[in-house]
RNA sequence: GGGGCUGUAGCUCAAUCGGUUAGAGCAGCGGACUCAUAAUCCGUUGGUUGUGGGUUCGAGUCCCGCCGGCCCUACCA
């Protein structure tokens, strides 16, 4: 097989926020197929970088009272830090705050300049007086024009789903500093796009670099019509580059992102004394990108553009997976299911997430999910029951001593083994790992039942049986080897052991297919230890606790958990037709009066205007005179079924809330809500 | 509202181009073994492939409707 010259990108992540266990199943479907592509003796280097600029990072740098570059090294630091901890190894980790990035960003800057793609533009955006910058959607604050919901994002109300222009909030205010933000004009560059449009329909849809599913989303939804053009630049303040041709403007983050991948390259070069242009304007050179598919957008639409602009290389593949869920939802703080990368290596072994990842990864966008039951009996009975358990029944016999000279007659097992790499490895090559992890199970199973057979425990009680033991030993070790081999991608921990434990060194693929004979034995240790469901718990507790301190100050309003902790949320749905059962309406108390005999019930009449009147008993003596009630309104359920009690018919139920005793509150309509209203 | 993906055993997933009786692992049940980290091995239960139609000699697979799930979008991407 001739060697090919790869290139290989995880997407970029951003210095705002650590890495969590989502961000890493990415870098792991990518390091494992870049260690796969090593092993297979190509040329193949992975490039990783933070993406460092942006609004984001500017205010939290403000906040935290030091420069972005301050912020964004420690942050580097510590994403360097948590892959390396789960073994994830990168030929080059840059950053697109470097010189490299920002002289990359001029050259193609230039060529689409050249090729008249830009054009500049009014657009009309909220400032910041206080704070002197622009403000993004997200960071102005007011009340929902539609609804009236207060404490809403400029974008759209989680309240009734409205969706708005920042400009039509009413009573904005900055979330940086609480001002009221001013509507002002900006002329912001943009790149057409539409000038593209040919080439990316026949690049998207050729069926040779994406997923069909995503040729089909981008087909669908942006190709079907004009392309928009693309809103590249933003006014100072900015932490980012300047655009040169445009003093006081700054490329927008996810222009010069991308081209960091480019950098990082760059940066790899130079330090290895390499031609970029070797890379990245080389027929020769195959670009594969691994990118999560909420950023598929600039990855399959403004970025063939920009490279094709700038006559670099186009990239051969984009691999676009899914998002990783917990228990089969979006990860959550409260759950304590958003656990970051740091916390999940203090409790648990980064190689059972390294294998448990790689046992449910295929080429397919589906969002992958994380159970921990599952998680558990799977790496217990897969790599401590099925995988290391080979070494572990065979390794003692022959501990000490060394491999027979000779790989004996193994009634044909070894070479079943080496005739299932070529399929492994095409499993490893269209990143279905899964299917590769299924298959190299099979070759345990198979190296186990071996072992069964030849009862190497019953063979050692005889003298005479000696070399017999050893050849069992040998087989048993020789398959597990090949399944070591088949599994360096994914648990280079394992591999590395295995090359003490039995005195060779794995440097290619192909080295499965030739069994290793006469070699020394070493010492059998433990490999790896079941999954203690204690730690998942401790992991997960401190998820909790790390997320709650966290997101505390982030939080204008210091609501505590108290409440829902001591009345959990409902688990179960109720369907909207449940909802509907209940008919609640505004009424006005009309009456209210003790009840003789009752400790805790108010009697009370209500109007839900017109004739219609209901007699209820409200247990909310503890907190409420009778005649301060009179002439309020409340909220209450009118079609609940009547039940008769001691002291009469009670025809409906008040709504209120709170634990009880000297703690009731009703629920009071705003004003102009009348009695008969129905609460929807 | 528009679009994409998806639904196979209790759970996680297979099933080539439409081709025989829909297969594995885990869990369950029954046995064996005691070398191995309560590991392993043998046997076994379990499915009207979400649902209703259609095309076909033949449908898990292709087409249409319905139901459910996930996601993107609804004029900043």
Redesign the pocket.
């Known amino acids: 097989m001739s060697s090919r010259r790869i290139l290989v990108t995880a997407a970029l992540p951003y210095a705002n926020g650590n890495i969590h266990i989502g961000h890493l199943v990415e870098y792991l479907q990518t390091d494992i197929w870049v260690r796969f592509q090593k092993l297979r003796g190509h040329e193949c280097r992975y490039f990783c970088a933070d993406d460092t600029h942006g609004t984001a990072i500017m205010i939290r740098a403000r906040q935290e009272g030091r420069s972005e570059e301050e912020l964004i090294a420690d942050m580097r630091e510590a994403h360097v830090r948590d892959f390396a901890r789960f073994d994830i190894e990168f030929d080059n980790y840059g950053s697109t705050n470097s010189d490299e990035n920002r002289q990359l960003c001029e050259q193609i800057w230039k060529s689409i300049r050249d090729a008249n793609l830009v054009k500049e533009k009014e ?1 009309e955006q909220l400032f910041d007086p206080e704070a002197g910058t622009f403000l ?2 997200r960071f102005v604050k007011g009340t929902c024009p539609k609804c009236g919901a207060e404490n809403q994002y400029g ?2 109300c989680d309240k009734c ?1 409205s ?3 920042p400009a039509d909030l009413i009573d904005p205010k900055s979330a940086l500093s609480g001002a009221t933000p001013e509507l002002r004009t900006a002329r912001h560059l943009f790149i057409e796009l539409e000038q593209h449009h040919e080439f990316l329909n026949e690049w998207t849809q050729s069926g040779k670099h994406l997923q ?3 040729a ?2 981008l ?3 942006f190709l079907g019509e004009e392309l ?4 590249i630049s933003r006014p100072a303040p900015y932490f980012g580059f300047e655009i040169p041709d445009a003093p006081g403007n700054y490329w927008y983050v ?1 222009y010069d992102a991308p081209i960091g991948y480019i950098a990082s390259t760059w940066e790899w070069c130079k330090k290895n004394q390499v031609e970029l242009d070797d890379w990245w304007r080389n027929d020769e050179t195959e670009i594969h990108h691994f990118i999560g ?2 950023i ?3 990855h399959t ?2 970025w063939p553009a920009m490279l094709k602009t700038a006559g670099l290389a186009l990239p051969d593949r984009i691999h676009i997976h ?2 990783l ?1 917990v228990d ?3 990860m959550s703080k409260t759950k304590g299911t958003f656990i970051q990368a740091s916390t999940y290596a203090e409790h648990l072994d980064p190689n059972y997430f390294r294998y448990f990842v790689a ?2 990864l ?1 080429s ?6 994380l ?1 921990f ?2 998680f558990k ?2 790496v ?3 790599l ?3 995988v ?2 080979i ?4 390794a ?2 022959v501990s000490g001593s060394t491999l027979s000279e000779e790989y004996p007659d193994d009634e044909g097992l070894f070479q079943l083994a080496s005739d299932a790499g070529s399929r492994i490895a095409e499993h490893y090559e269209k990143c279905e790992y ?2 590769a992890i ?1 298959e190299i ?2 070759l ?6 071996y ?3 030849k ?4 063979v ?1 009680k005889d003298k005479d049986r000696q070399a017999e033991l050893q050849q069992i030993c040998t087989v048993g070790l020789n398959l597990f080897r090949q399944i070591v081999i088949y599994l360096a991608p994914v648990l280079p921990k394992l591999a590395s052991e295995t090359e003490k434990l039995l005195n060779f060194e794995i440097k290619n693929w192909d080295e499965s297919a030739s069994p290793l004979v006469g070699t020394p034995v070493g010492k ?1 240790q ?5 999954v203690d469901p204690k730690k998942v718990e401790q992991m997960i507790e401190e998820s909790k606790d790390a997320a709650s301190v966290e997101s505390a100050p982030a939080s204008n309003f210091n609501d505590g958990p108290e409440a829902l902790e001591k009345e959990p949320m409902t688990e179960e ?1 109720c369907t909207i037709d449940d909802f509907l059962k209940v008919d609640m309406r505004v009424a006005r108390v009309i009456e209210a009066g003790h009840v003789e005999g009752a400790d805790k019930l108010l009697q009370l009449k209500l109007s839900l205007g017109g004739d219609e009147t209901r007699n209820v008993f409200a247990g909310i003596k503890s907190c409420y005179n009778p005649e301060d009630l009179v002439g309020r309104l409340v909220v209450c359920c009118a079609n609940l079924k009547p039940r008769k009690m001691r002291f009469g018919v009670s025809e409906g139920m008040v709504l209120a809330c709170g634990p009880g005793g000297k703690d009731i509150f009703l629920l009071n309509p705003d004003d102009g809500a009348v009695p008969g209203m129905r609460v929807h």
């Open positions: 657009i993004a959607d974008d759209n789903g969706t708005y222009s069909p599913e995503i089909n989303y087909k669908g939804h928009r053009d693309w809103d996810w598919k909420d598929t957008y600039f639409l403004f899914g998002f869920t089969g939802e979006k046992s449910k295929s397919r966008v589906d969002d992958i999910d159970n039951d599952e009996t799977k217990d009975s897969d401590v029951g099925k290391v358990n070494a572990s029944r065979c003692k016999f899964s299917s299924r199970m099979v345990a199973d198979r190296a186990n039942q072992i069964e057979n009862e190497p425990w019953v050692r059998f433990h490999m790896m230890t079941r749905h």
